[in-house]
T-cell receptor, first 113, second 114 residues
Framework: AQSVTQLGSHVSVSEGALVLLRCNYS??????LFWYVQYPNQGLQLLLK??????LVKGINGFEAEFKKSETSFHLTKPSAHMSDAAEYFC???????????FGKGNQVVVIP | DAGITQSPRHKVTETGTPVTLRCHQT?????MYWYRQDPGHGLRLIHY???????DKGEVSDGYSVSRSKTEDFLLTLESATSSQTSVYFC?????????????FGQGTRLTVV
């Protein structure tokens, strides 16, 4: 069964600094990979996804992620943090699109002015 | 936003009582899911459905049952609520057609069992 590891439940970043959230996955078949964002008292919103093709994926709000098969990683980055990026971020994996998503435990991002 | 409505949005219930949560979609998506979200655990799959009357268990299905009699509705039932089922419950839908691989989530139901 697939699984996801996200280290560091709380991540603090200064406004204007790089945002880096790490995600490592395990999957027995080529995975589909996702990053979701959750704002307080809301549902999850898709930031970006990797299915096939280009390994560098761009998403909404200036975020991007790179699929590295050799490292089984799908780290999320944003060059310059904004106050509005304060939220919880989840990495998820599914096996070839069966969409039984397995989620990581999430990273709560705090942006420091 | 995807047309997903969860009801109720908030509920407080007593231990031992039955509780049913409803997920209604207007997207005609084939797949529907129930997840629970707990601090330190992320989201965990309870049950999912791949069509009318077709359901299967997820990783934390004990104490829960589901039903899907229509494409648009997916019900989650706690037969006898326990305090460990206090959580935020999310419904999700997906269609898995072409490049549409992502799941869309509802706004969540906050359930408190006292």
């Amino acid at each position: 069964a697939q699984s996801v590891t996200q280290l560091g439940s709380h991540v603090s970043v200064s406004e204007g600094a790089l945002v880096l959230l790490r995600c490592n996955y395990s999957s027995s078949v080529p995975p589909y990979l996702f990053w979701y964002v959750q704002y307080p008292n809301q549902g999850l919103q898709l930031l970006l996804k990797y299915t096939t093709g280009a390994t560098l994926v761009k998403g909404i709000n200036g975020f991007e992620a790179e699929f590295k098969k050799s490292e089984t990683s799908f780290h999320l980055t944003k060059p310059s943090a904004h106050m509005s990026d304060a939220a919880e971020y989840f990495c998820a994996v599914s096996d070839n699109g069966n969409n039984r998503l397995a989620f990581g435990k999430g990273n709560q991002v705090v942006v420091i002015p | 936003d995807a047309g997903i409505t969860q009801s109720p949005r908030h509920k407080v219930t007593e231990t031992g009582t039955p509780v049913t949560l409803r997920c209604h979609q207007t997207e005609n998506h084939r797949y529907m899911y129930w997840y629970r979200q707990d601090p330190g655990h992320g989201l965990r799959l309870i049950h999912y459905s791949y069509g009318v009357k077709d359901t299967d268990k997820g990783e934390v299905s004990d104490g829960y049952s589901v039903s899907r009699s229509k494409t648009e509705d997916f019900l989650l039932t706690l037969e006898s609520a326990t305090s460990s089922q206090t959580s935020v419950y999310f419904c999700a839908i997906s269609d898995l057609t072409g490049l549409n691989t992502e799941a869309f989530f509802g706004q969540g139901t906050r359930l408190t069992v006292v």
